[in-house]
């Protein structure tokens, strides 16, 4: 196949173009690179899509497969308008953010969505989902009939920079001090490994494949997550220091002002109340059509792997600070006494 991505630098979309072109596709990657480079043996068009129309001035004839994973609903409406035409098949990358509704496990595609943004508005980070729910509408629109939905949930795996699901394995293998983890054992979890989600986009550009569907792993419960980061990172961390586990109340970390999921003093993968459907929908509709998946446990090794290259001991997007976290855990255990 001839294969376009917007994108091909970062995360799932560079995962996207590494295999296509390991499977033989004459892959084009348009983006700007600022940061880093499309894979080897890409075709780079160089554009910063910022500038509107005239960024697509070197891209010309027609993809067998165009790949979007923009959050931007003004330049996904133009690559749209400028690409939409010359493409056999389009699939865009959603997400589950899209659904107005998290409270109910195992909802499917039929779920509602957020009202999109308005027609000529850019997304914002506290837009992610109504903007994301934006550029699913205009893709139906405008290539219905060739559109590829892939509604993701949280993507994990080699390469992930959200801190999030490496952020336990990780502070299991790192030192020093005791792991504080809220007491949730039931919640449940739900990531998808990126090289299986970009496993499946190609095989459905080659199929063919369109509609809307759920792009998730299967669910986790949130103890047995923890117990596997355990087991991965060792009985010791990487200095040799056994690690005790202390399990806190979710009210009390609360009122501690420790946030939910990511970002500062914050506990990954832990909900919020009535979110018990945010990693906990159904996936069954892309098993179907072919999506395959590999045991979790597998995941979550090659994310310890990918976090202890990147550096146990970094500064973190999401997670509690050494500081915080001995702090918390004095006062816990004061508590208890």
């Known amino acids: 196949m001839r294969i376009l991505v917007l994108g091909g630098t970062a995360f799932l979309s560079a995962e996207i173009a590494r295999q296509a072109i390991a499977a033989g596709h004459d892959v084009t990657c348009f983006a700007r690179g600022t940061s880093t480079n ?22 010309d004839g027609r993809w067998d497969s165009v790949v979007e994973v923009s959050r931007d609903p003004v330049q996904a409406g133009q690559a749209l308008d400028m ?19 998290h409270s109910v496990p195992g909802a499917d595609e039929g779920a509602e969505l957020l009202e999109p943004l308005p027609a000529g508005q850019s997304g ?3 837009t992610y989902g109504q903007s994301k729910s934006a550029i699913e509408q205009m893709t139906l629109v405008a290539v219905g009939e060739k559109a590829h939905i892939v509604r993701a949930g949280l993507i994990s795996g080699p390469g992930d920079e959200t801190d999030r699901y490496g952020y ?20 449940p979890t739900q990531i998808i490994d990126v090289r299986d989600l970009a496993a499946w986009i190609l095989q459905s550009a080659g199929e063919g494949l369109t509609g809307t569907y759920n792009a998730l792993g299967d669910v986790v419960r949130f103890g047995e997550y923890i117990a ?31 946030e939910y999921w990511a970002g500062p003093d914050s506990l ?11 990693q906990s929908r159904t996936n069954s509709a892309a098993q179907e059509r072919g999506m395959v998946l590999r045991p979790w446990q597998e995941t979550l090794a090659a994310t310890l792997e990918d976090e202890r290259h990147k550096g146990l001991d970094r500064d973190r997007k999401a997670g509690l600070s050494r500081d915080t976290e001995q702090r918390l855990v004095a006062l816990w255990r004061a508590r208890q006494r």
Do not use: M, N
């Open 228 to 258: 596997e980061s355990q087991g991965a990172a060792g009985s010791a961390g990487d200095d040799g220091a056994t690690r005790d586990v202390v399990f806190a109340d979710p009210e009390w970390l609360v009122g501690q002002g420790i």
């Open 83 to 101: 690409l939409g035409r010359a493409a056999g098949h389009w699939t865009f990358v959603s997400s589950c953010s899209v659904y107005a509704d």
């Open 268 to 278: 990954p993968l832990w909900l919020p109340p009535g979110h018990d459907g945010f």
């Open 124 to 126: 914002t980070p506290e």
């Open 38 to 59: 499309p894979p080897d043996d890409a075709t780079w068009v160089r554009g910063d899509r910022a500038l509107g129309a005239a960024a697509y001035a070197g891209i």
């Open 168 to 187: 336990w394995p990780a502070r299991f293998a790192a030192g020093p001090g005791p792991v504080l983890v809220p007491d949730i054992p039931d919640a």
